[in-house]
Structure formats: C-alpha cells, structure tokens
C-alpha cells in the first residue's frame, strides 16, 4: 500500500497525503564518491523551491529494500545522490514520507523519524515522547527550524501533532493539538503559515495556526464540522481549504467537495465556489490565492478562480493514489503519482508542473 493517509481520512477513504511546500534551501553537496542506484521507485518527494527538490526510492516495495536519496538542482534535469537514512521500506507495516525545509530533511517509515541538518552526513533518531504502543507517522512538515508529526493511534482514535528540533532525540506532544473521536483525522501546512486542522467523526473539528512553530492560536474552522478539510495554505494574506463529505456520501468512491478561503488568517472561511460531486479526493494544495488542484483515483483538476470552475489537467486511466502534492512557487509543482500499467506493473511517477497545474509532465529519475 501507498501513504496510509491520515490527513486526509486514511481509515475511511485509503488516499494519499500531500506534504505542504516548505521554505527555499540551497541544494545539499552529496557524499563524495557515492553513485546513484538505478531504477528506483519513488515513494516521497519534496520540494523547497521550485528548482530544488529531492526524492526517496526504493529498488522495489519490498519489506527490508534499502532506501536511496536523490537531489535536484535544476527542476529535475540532473540529479545527484545523498547519504540515506536509515529506513528499509516497511512494508504493509507504514509507508516512507519526506520533508525539506530550513535546512532540514526529515523522513519517516509510518513508525519511526529520523532527520539531517547536514545532508544525511548524520541522521538523528528523533524518538516520539510519551508514546507507549504503536502509532502512526501520517504527515511531516518543517517549518521555524522545527519538525512536525500528524500523529494517530491504532484505530485512528487520536489525531495529535508532535514537533522538536533536530537532534534533540524527541519530538514532544504540542499541548492541546489533539482531538479524540473515531475516526479521528486530521491534516498539517507550512505552506505560508503553519497550520493545523483536526477532526473526528465528521462531528468534531478544531483548527490553529501558528507564525513562530511554538505558539499556537486557535481559529474559526476552515471547514464545517461535518465535512473535512485539507488546508491549502496562506497565499497573498489569503487562506484556503478544501471542504469534503463523508467518502462516498454521493455514491460509492463519491463525495461532495467544495472550496472555502477566508480573507486573512485567522478571519471567517466562506464558500468560494459551488459544491461539487467527485471520485474521493486524496489531495489538495494552492499555488496561489486563486490557483488550485485537486487529486482525485483518476484526475488531477485544476481551478483558476478559487473553486469556481474545475479543468482536468491530467488523467490516470487506470487509477492512482497521489501524494506529495504541493507548489513551491504560484507556477510550480510538484506531486506524486502511483499506478499500474496495462500489463498490470506497479508504476511510480514524479510530475512537475511550471503553468500553475494546468499541464503536468513526468521528471526522468536515475
């Protein structure tokens, strides 16, 4: 299985998470004498600048495969290796994440952190504190020098965010950054301003934001609390989130979605668009205050009128699960798509887009 989706309801609607677009940083020097292992298979993908990127594979999604780290500079056009972590593919047991920002690569297994400030020279172990049990690693974000953890208990009945600095062994419960309920679900941003959202049930939710990774404020939701919301980020002052139904409360693999923004962050979300009727979505992030795509099994769809009306840019005739959706820059972006081909082979790919998501092309990776 791909990203076990937490953000975005994994327990009810098996999709993706995105991972919001960070901060720029220079390109990391690779190990000296290290080669770039061929065929790999992305799983994660994140993107601080429109130029800069970096990509986690696999040799095959095989339980125990040892990870490759590569990097670009120049969109994608060359790529260069850096030092892996340590984290074998896990599996059916979690699915490997990315971050990069400040500085920072941080990844995850499902189960277990690790991160870098110095270009996987040295990788620290960064231990979820006061955690007894299994858990699951949904989502990581960088933002102020700090990495996040979307965090949910077996059974999806507690969504909570965790964070820390690197190397400090242990990321620590946020206070008051958790909900309680099944299922409980949730979705994080650094796109613009640090963001969190969490629900439960499709009858609970709570929503802050935070300018310093230390101090949080809460805010009016995004979202009604009957639906949930994948948060779009803070664009030009202008804040935006995808609205969502139950999955499936139109027909089966069918919700209703509809975009909400409010005029600046902490101000009152209204309705941008229409409700519309789609196959369950598994993304979402804004390139701009206007601009954003969405993810659906087979679409990727663009508006340029916040929400109003709706462009498929790029299709998957065979279905996908998308994630690492994110846009660095209002005219590019980045995301991550895995399906099969005709002859029924697993097939993993990274698209770039440079027009704001209205054309999607795929990167050619070592």
């Given at each position: 299985?791909?990203?076990q ?14 991972v919001a ?7 990391p ?43 670009t500079?120049?969109?994608g ?8 972590p ?49 858990v699951?690693?949904?989502?990581l974000?960088i933002?102020?020098s ?17 964070s ?20 409980a ?5 650094a ?7 969490l ?7 709570r ?34 989130a ?6 499936g ?53 663009v508006?340029?009128?916040t ?12 279905g ?8 660095p ?13 005709n002859a ?10 440079t ?12």
């Amino acid at each position: 299985m791909l990203k076990q989706c937490i953000a975005t309801l994994a327990a009810i609607a098996g999709c993706a998470l995105g991972v919001a677009a960070p901060a720029a940083a220079a390109v990391p020097s690779p190990g000296a004498g290290r080669a770039i292992a061929r065929g790999l298979l992305p799983v994660a993908t994140s993107w601080p600048a429109p130029e800069r990127g970096i990509v986690l594979g696999y040799p095959s999604r095989t339980a125990g495969a040892r990870p490759s780290l590569i990097v670009t500079g120049d969109g994608g056009r060359t790529w260069r290796p850096l030092p892996a972590p340590p984290v074998p593919y896990p599996g059916s047991k979690g699915q490997p994440d990315a971050a990069w920002a400040d500085g920072i690569i941080a990844m995850t297994d499902g189960r277990h952190i690790f991160a870098t400030r110095d270009a996987g020279r040295h990788w620290s172990a960064e231990r979820l504190a006061s955690v007894s049990g299994a858990v699951y690693v949904g989502r990581l974000v960088i933002a102020s020098s700090r990495v996040f953890a979307l965090v949910t208990t077996p059974g999806n009945t507690t969504a909570a965010v965790y964070s820390g600095r690197v190397q400090a062994g242990a990321l620590r419960p946020v206070p008051g950054l958790s909900i309680t309920g099944s299922p409980a679900y949730g979705d994080i941003t650094a796109a613009g301003v640090l963001q969190v959202d969490l629900g439960t049930n499709f009858a609970a939710e709570r929503y802050w934001y935070s300018r310093d990774g230390v101090h949080f404020t809460a805010a009016p939701l995004p979202c009604p609390a009957t639906t949930s919301a994948l948060l779009g980020g803070v664009h030009a002052g202008r804040v935006s989130a995808l609205c969502s139904g139950r999955p499936g409360d139109v027909d089966p693999g069918i919700n209703d979605k509809q975009v909400w923004a409010a005029a600046q962050l902490g101000g009152t979300f209204r309705p941008s668009g229409p409700v519309f009727a789609a196959p369950n979505q598994e993304q979402f992030a804004a390139a701009s205050a206007q601009a954003m795509t969405v993810a659906t099994i087979f679409t990727l769809a663009v508006t340029v009128n916040t929400g109003r009306t709706w462009t498929a840019a790029l299709t998957q005739g065979n279905g996908a699960v998308w994630s690492d959706l994110s846009f660095p820059s209002a005219t590019t972006g980045v995301v991550m798509c895995a399906t099969t081909n005709n002859a029924d082979q697993q097939v993993a790919i990274v698209y770039r887009t440079t027009d704001t998501g209205r054309t999607w092309h795929p990167l050619t990776l070592p």
